[in-house]
Protein backbone atom coordinates (compact mmCIF):
# COMPACT_ATOMS: atom_id res chain seq x y z
CA UNK A 1 0.00 0.00 0.00
CA UNK A 2 1.24 3.40 -1.18
CA UNK A 3 2.60 6.02 2.18
CA UNK A 4 0.43 9.07 0.67
CA UNK A 5 1.99 12.09 1.43
CA UNK A 6 -0.73 14.59 -0.12
CA UNK A 7 -3.50 14.00 -2.22
CA UNK A 8 -1.14 14.18 -5.06
CA UNK A 9 1.75 12.77 -3.11
CA UNK A 10 2.29 8.77 -2.41
CA UNK A 11 5.42 6.71 -2.26
CA UNK A 12 4.70 3.44 -3.23
CA UNK A 13 6.14 0.33 -1.17
CA UNK A 14 9.06 -0.55 -3.24
CA UNK A 15 10.63 2.54 -2.88
CA UNK A 16 11.51 2.34 0.81
CA UNK A 17 13.42 0.06 2.60
CA UNK A 18 12.13 -1.77 6.22
CA UNK A 19 14.46 -3.68 8.11
CA UNK A 20 13.55 -5.69 11.31
CA UNK A 21 16.51 -5.30 14.23
CA UNK A 22 16.87 -5.90 17.82
CA UNK A 23 16.04 -2.78 20.00
CA UNK A 24 18.16 -1.20 21.87
CA UNK A 25 18.10 -0.49 25.67
CA UNK A 26 15.89 -2.39 28.06
CA UNK A 27 13.39 -5.27 28.07
CA UNK A 28 14.50 -7.91 29.48
CA UNK A 29 15.39 -10.89 28.25
CA UNK A 30 12.77 -10.54 25.04
CA UNK A 31 15.17 -8.25 23.85
CA UNK A 32 17.95 -10.42 22.83
CA UNK A 33 15.42 -12.43 20.87
CA UNK A 34 12.99 -10.63 19.03
CA UNK A 35 13.56 -8.31 16.52
CA UNK A 36 10.67 -5.36 16.98
CA UNK A 37 12.52 -2.69 16.11
CA UNK A 38 12.77 -1.26 12.61
CA UNK A 39 15.26 0.29 10.19
CA UNK A 40 13.96 2.71 7.46
CA UNK A 41 15.64 3.65 4.35
CA UNK A 42 14.72 5.65 1.88
CA UNK A 43 16.90 7.12 -1.20
CA UNK A 44 15.61 10.71 -2.23
CA UNK A 45 17.14 10.70 -5.47
CA UNK A 46 15.75 7.46 -6.70
CA UNK A 47 12.44 8.11 -5.47
CA UNK A 48 9.51 9.20 -7.36
CA UNK A 49 9.27 12.17 -5.32
CA UNK A 50 8.77 15.74 -7.28
CA UNK A 51 11.71 17.41 -8.25
CA UNK A 52 10.52 20.36 -5.26
CA UNK A 53 10.53 17.80 -2.98
CA UNK A 54 13.33 16.06 -3.52
CA UNK A 55 15.35 19.55 -4.04
CA UNK A 56 13.58 20.91 -0.14
CA UNK A 57 14.57 17.39 1.36
CA UNK A 58 17.85 17.27 0.13
CA UNK A 59 18.60 20.90 1.35
CA UNK A 60 17.29 20.25 5.12
CA UNK A 61 20.39 19.73 7.70
CA UNK A 62 18.67 17.24 9.06
CA UNK A 63 21.15 14.45 11.11
CA UNK A 64 18.26 11.71 10.07
CA UNK A 65 19.42 12.42 5.84
CA UNK A 66 22.87 11.27 4.60
CA UNK A 67 25.17 12.75 1.97
CA UNK A 68 24.12 10.05 -0.16
CA UNK A 69 20.77 11.42 0.11
CA UNK A 70 19.20 8.80 1.94
CA UNK A 71 16.80 9.33 4.78
CA UNK A 72 17.36 6.67 7.79
CA UNK A 73 15.14 6.45 9.99
CA UNK A 74 15.29 3.65 13.42
CA UNK A 75 11.75 2.93 15.45
CA UNK A 76 12.50 1.58 18.34
CA UNK A 77 9.92 2.99 20.83
CA UNK A 78 6.89 -0.01 20.94
CA UNK A 79 7.22 -3.55 21.51
CA UNK A 80 5.58 -4.94 18.62
CA UNK A 81 7.04 -4.79 14.86
CA UNK A 82 3.88 -2.92 13.44
CA UNK A 83 3.60 -0.26 15.92
CA UNK A 84 7.18 0.85 15.26
CA UNK A 85 6.93 0.04 11.11
CA UNK A 86 3.55 2.21 11.28
CA UNK A 87 5.72 5.02 14.04
CA UNK A 88 8.67 5.09 10.95
CA UNK A 89 6.18 5.27 8.21
CA UNK A 90 4.50 8.19 10.17
CA UNK A 91 8.14 9.99 10.57
CA UNK A 92 9.05 9.50 7.14
CA UNK A 93 5.91 11.56 6.15
CA UNK A 94 6.13 14.13 8.61
CA UNK A 95 9.54 14.87 7.80
CA UNK A 96 8.69 15.31 4.05
CA UNK A 97 5.81 17.37 5.02
CA UNK A 98 7.62 19.39 7.39
CA UNK A 99 10.85 20.47 4.44
CA UNK A 100 8.18 21.51 1.92
CA UNK A 101 6.49 23.58 3.97
CA UNK A 102 6.91 26.84 2.64
CA UNK A 103 7.74 29.90 5.74
CA UNK A 104 5.78 32.78 5.29
CA UNK A 105 7.86 35.68 4.34
CA UNK A 106 8.63 37.73 7.25
CA UNK A 107 8.23 41.61 7.20
CA UNK A 108 10.46 43.98 8.82
CA UNK A 109 8.49 46.42 11.07
CA UNK A 110 9.77 49.52 12.85
CA UNK A 111 8.54 50.55 16.19
CA UNK A 112 5.67 53.09 16.59
CA UNK A 113 6.99 56.51 17.74
CA UNK A 114 5.16 56.49 20.63
CA UNK A 115 6.71 53.15 22.04
CA UNK A 116 9.98 55.20 21.07
CA UNK A 117 9.05 57.42 23.30
CA UNK A 118 7.96 55.36 25.79
CA UNK A 119 11.20 53.68 25.77
CA UNK A 120 13.45 56.88 26.09
CA UNK A 121 11.40 58.44 28.62
CA UNK A 122 11.58 55.34 30.36
CA UNK A 123 15.41 55.14 30.08
CA UNK A 124 15.30 58.52 31.53
CA UNK A 125 13.56 57.95 34.63
CA UNK A 126 15.57 54.76 35.32
CA UNK A 127 18.49 56.90 34.99
CA UNK A 128 17.55 59.69 37.41
CA UNK A 129 16.55 57.21 40.33
CA UNK A 130 19.97 56.25 39.83
CA UNK A 131 21.45 59.59 39.99
CA UNK A 132 18.97 60.17 43.15
CA UNK A 133 20.90 56.89 44.82
CA UNK A 134 24.45 58.13 43.77
CA UNK A 135 24.31 61.41 45.01
CA UNK A 136 23.46 60.04 49.17
CA UNK A 137 26.17 57.70 49.09
CA UNK A 138 28.75 60.35 48.47
Same mark, same amino acid.
Given at each position: ????? =???? &????????????? @????????????? +??????????? +? &????????????? +?????T??????????????????????????? @? #?? #? =???????? $? $? @????T??????????????G??? @???? =????
Open positions: MNLII =SHSV &SIPPHEIQLTAIR @AQGAGGQNVNKVS +SAIHLRFDIRA +S &SLPGFYKERLLAL +SDTRIKEGEIIIKAQQHRTQELNREDALERLK @A #LI #L =SATRVQKA $R $R @ATKPRSSQKKRVDSKKQRKVK @ALRK =SNWD
